[in-house]
């Protein structure tokens, strides 16, 4: 059975930073496209970072130059390091994993930045 869990979210002060932790398991994790999505309140999900099996990383554009995506094949494990948190981050965000049509959802880590 494939899960994932995210840890590492928090309440935190504008331009402060948090890494978010995923741990997979019960799949062949470096075959898998991982990212990270967030969704805030009253808000469509979106994709935040992609990392795929060859190491390509992708941002989005809201996100790009403050946070990093990075993965450890070794551990199953995939990172969001955020930096220069804005309020526009708060959000839910969700680990998933992606290969060849299957696809599995983390139940997510709520982030939230407030003064």
């Known amino acids: 059975q494939v899960q994932l869990v995210e840890s590492g979210g928090g309440l935190v002060q504008p331009g402060g930073s948090l890494r978010l932790s995923c741990a997979a398991s019960?799949?062949?994790?470096?075959?898998?496209?991982m990212a990270w999505h967030r969704q805030a309140p009253g808000k469509e999900r979106e994709l935040v970072a992609v990392s795929t099996a060859d190491g390509y990383t992708n941002y989005a554009a809201s996100v790009k130059g403050r946070f990093t995506i990075s993965r450890d094949n070794a551990k199953n494990m995939i990172y969001l390091q955020m930096n220069s948190l804005t309020r526009e981050d708060t959000a839910h965000y969700y680990c998933?994993?992606?290969?060849?049509?299957?696809?599995?959802w983390g139940q997510g880590t709520q982030v939230s930045i407030s003064s």
């Open positions: 998933n994993a992606n290969w060849a049509g299957r696809i599995y």
């Open positions: 019960g799949l062949t994790f470096s075959s898998y496209v």
